[in-house]
């Protein structure tokens, strides 16, 4: 069945980097965009990162642009999110979530997500 | 950026009632909207895109309608699985902003 599951998640102190991945299974990963999506504690969705099926488009939210690096090896069927320079509004949890082909912005099917603890 | 501001935030309503949930963009985005359904600790789920369309395998009572700024989502009688915070989202262009979010809560 079609499957996304992420993991790479922990606690690490602000400054800190962490790589984040998410294996896809059950359909043609390259022909799909992918996103990451994050929520923080007490709080709502928050759209992070999309990278094209190809590989050649990313696009960021403005609260991570210069920090986060999406990025994706087709070999294995896996999507990732470098984090760099960590800080403590960072912390959530991060869903990965596959781009409905009709329209990259539709995120329809989506893993269970992974914590990511930024903390002193 | 196109801003997405939902409401109510919060409703509770009891099972059978029919619910519905708000959504308008900061700017005119046509039909390019989803709307989510999120439980505590699980997965997020689609439930329609591009407006007004229907994922494969959502119940039939859920429907979404509008365009432009204003957009709805409607459940036409609630049930028990249906309590959970609903998101809706601006598609298509990025950055693909949500809507802050509706919990549906039981009465």
């Known amino acids: 069945q079609v499957q996304l599951v992420e993991s790479g998640g922990g606690a690490v102190q602000p400054g800190s980097s962490l790589r984040l991945a998410c294996a896809a299974s059950g359909f043609t990963f390259r022909s799909y965009g992918m996103h990451w999506v994050r929520q923080a504690p007490g709080k709502g969705l928050e759209w992070v990162a999309v990278i094209w099926f190809d590989g050649r488009n990313k696009f960021y939210a403005d609260s991570v642009k210069g920090r986060f690096t999406i990025s994706r090896g087709d070999s294995k069927n896996t999507l990732h999110l470098e984090m760099n320079s960590l800080r403590v509004e960072d912390t959530a949890v991060y869903y990965c979530?596959?781009?409905?082909?009709?329209?990259?912005?539709?995120?329809?099917?989506w893993g269970q997500g992974t914590l990511v603890t930024v903390s002193s | 950026d196109i801003q997405m501001t939902q409401s109510p935030s919060s409703l509770s309503a009891s099972v059978g009632d029919r619910v519905t949930i708000a959504c308008r963009a900061s700017?005119?985005?046509?039909?390019?909207l989803n709307w989510y359904q999120h439980k505590r600790g699980k997965a997020p789920k689609l439930l329609i895109y591009?407006?007004?369309n229907l994922e494969s395998g959502v119940p039939s009572r859920f429907s979404g309608s509008g365009s432009g700024t204003d957009f709805t989502l409607t459940i036409s009688s609630l049930q028990p699985e249906d309590f959970a915070t609903y998101y809706c989202?601006?598609?298509?262009?990025?950055?693909?902003?949500f809507g802050q979010g509706t919990k549906v809560e039981i009465k």
């Open positions: 989202q601006r598609s298509l262009t990025p950055p693909y902003t």
């Open positions: 979530a596959r781009a409905g082909g009709r329209d990259a912005g539709v995120a329809d099917i």
């Open positions: 700017q005119s985005i046509s039909t390019d």
């Open positions: 591009a407006a007004s």
